[in-house]
């Protein structure tokens, strides 16, 4: 049971107050029309700033494509935040590389979106390492031997509901999955197999995601009803993690769950629900969309579709040979070791490789200069300024990248190897002082399911009607959470291969 007591204890509620509204709204709306006047370098603009700050929150992609494209950098204020979108290679490089960089502060304050526990006492007592700690530890690549059953038995259950033949939507289905593998990964198996709890947990993510909009990150001090909405659904979902935990605190019998993990390793209540926070949102986010980008992007690739389908039936073949008529695709696919699915793949890594140039190319990371005032070359970059870097800035330079819209997985191969000469020219997994520390799992979560449905079915990518869809649809690019494709969503159109 969730204990609701302590639970109100690490909520912080404070009433509307609407005076105070009333009063910040005047001071904030003389603080824009003014704020030009208080910068001495006259770079940022006060009321032009309010249109930037608006594009940059609701249309972040297409304000950071037309203005850091430059290779130099762009100044804008969101509110009483200096931004500085950066470009080109030497400001990448002090972007990725330089150790005093703050890093999760500044998804915080300009992402959103994400649960954040700013409301709840445990802040001050965890810190980032010990989250980082924490899941380099339990997504280490000796720990994907205990994922992979997990992941393989949930896999199975979706091909049962697939059936022999029929259509199902790619950013649903294959979304749910990831879902639910990034659930078992980094909670513990009662919560990842009880339906009505992964659907609660999954409606307060939505809540919380949902109740980050331009204003409420514009204005964060505003009370208003989305961020009501957002302060309650964090404490019904810390709620519910905490009911599992305290299930597993009173086992008897442990398992390898990350739950049981940390209970084992005298982990508190608190770090646990820091660490599950941050990466079932990490996880869920960046696995769940390129899962699905790269079924649709095989869909219209024949080529890399055959390629990858043989690649998947010799490694069958090496690891699990057909022993009788009893015999599936996932059967066999469940006898395949971890060690080979990391390094038996090559096709499907590049394939990968490309999904996340073209996919993570929307995404604008950020950083916040905590220290002192700095300078980069000629450019200042004043203390408390935060930094926003697009990917698309390098992973869509023609210089780097031949035709770079294209679906082009061969541009990885160790004949062409674009972008090789350049520093941090693929970024997908970030770089430098924070690369990414689920590349391991996040890579065999996605090679477990294309692995399962090009093993097994042939399909076509249809529209609602069925009818095939005669090109890739294209990525909501602004969409900085689901980047779904735009218009009406896309179907696998499927059938079991005979063989
Ligand atoms: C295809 C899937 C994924 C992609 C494309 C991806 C991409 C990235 C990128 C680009 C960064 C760098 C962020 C920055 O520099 O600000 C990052 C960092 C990170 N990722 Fe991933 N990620 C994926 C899956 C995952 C998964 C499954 C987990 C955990 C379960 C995870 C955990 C993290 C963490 C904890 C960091 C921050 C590391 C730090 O604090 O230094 N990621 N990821």
Redesign the pocket.
């Known amino acids: 049971m969730a204990n609701v007591t302590s639970l109100q204890s690490i909520i912080f509620h404070k009433p509307a107050n609407t005076p105070l509204i009333a009063f910040t709204g005047v001071v904030l709306l003389l603080t824009i029309l003014t704020a030009g006047w208080y910068t001495p370098s006259g770079s940022f603009l006060g009321v032009f700033d309010l249109h930037r700050a608006w594009k940059f929150l609701a249309r972040r992609y297409d304000f950071m494509r037309s203005s850091a494209h430059q290779r130099t950098l762009t100044r804008f204020r969101v509110v009483q935040h200096r931004v500085i979108a950066l470009s080109g290679t030497d400001f990448r490089k002090f972007f990725f590389n330089d150790g005093k960089l703050a ?1 999760r502060e500044a998804y915080l304050v300009l992402m959103s979106g994400m649960p954040e526990v700013t409301d709840i006492d445990m802040h001050e007592q965890v810190t ?1 390492d010990a989250v ?1 700690k924490r ?1 380099v530890q339990l ?1 280490s690549p000796s720990r994907l031997e205990c994922l992979r059953p997990a992941f393989l038995e949930h896999m199975q259950t979706q091909m049962d509901r697939w059936g022999s033949s029929g259509k199902f939507a790619v950013f649903e289905d294959v979304f749910s999955l990831i879902y639910q593998f990034t659930v078992h990964m ?1 909670t513990c198996r009662e919560l990842a197999h009880n339906p009505e709890d992964l659907r609660h947990l999954y409606e307060y993510y939505y809540t919380i995601e949902s109740s980050s909009t331009p204003f409420s990150m514009m204005f964060p001090w505003i009370r208003s009803p989305a961020l009501g909405r957002k302060r309650q659904a964090t404490e019904k979902l810390v709620g519910l993690l905490m009911k599992y935990i305290q299930l597993r605190r009173e086992s008897k019998t442990m398992s390898t769950d990350a739950f049981d993990v940390c209970i084992n390793d005298g982990i508190s209540d608190q770090e646990i629900i820091e660490f599950v926070l ?2 079932i949102f ?2 869920v986010i ?2 769940g969309v ?1 899962a699905c980008w790269i079924l649709v992007y095989l869909g219209f690739n024949p080529e890399w579709k055959d390629k990858i389908t043989t690649e998947i039936y010799t490694l069958l073949d090496a690891h699990a040979p057909v022993t009788g008529p009893g015999d599936t695709i996932e059967s066999r696919l469940a006898s395949v070791p971890t060690s080979a699915w990391d390094d038996s793949m090559p096709m499907l890594d590049l394939a990968i490789r490309e999904v ?1 140039r073209l996919i ?1 190319a929307s ?1 604008t ?2 950083r916040r200069n905590k220290l002192r005032d700095l300078k980069l070359g000629a450019e200042p970059i004043p203390k408390d300024a935060f930094l926003a870097y697009n990917l698309s800035d390098i992973h869509f330079d023609p210089s780097v990248y031949s035709d770079p819209m294209s679906f082009d997985p061969s541009r990885f191969s160790a004949e062409r190897a674009e972008g090789k000469e350049v520093p941090n020219a693929f ?4 770089a430098g ?6 590349l391991k ?2 890579k065999l979560e ?1 090679k477990i399911i294309v692995a399962h449905v090009l093993g097994a079915f042939k399909y076509t990518i249809v529209d609602g009607n069925g009818t095939p869809l005669k090109q890739a649809p294209i990525h909501d690019r602004n969409n900085i959470h689901k980047a779904k494709p735009l218009g009406d969503p896309c179907y696998i159109k499927y059938e079991r291969k005979t063989k």
Do not use: K, S
């Open positions: 890093w980032d980082r899941t997504f980094t941050e990466t990490a996880g960046n696995t390129n996340l993570t995404i990371l950020l970024l997908g997994w970030g002082r924070h690369p990414c520390l689920g799992v996040a996605m």
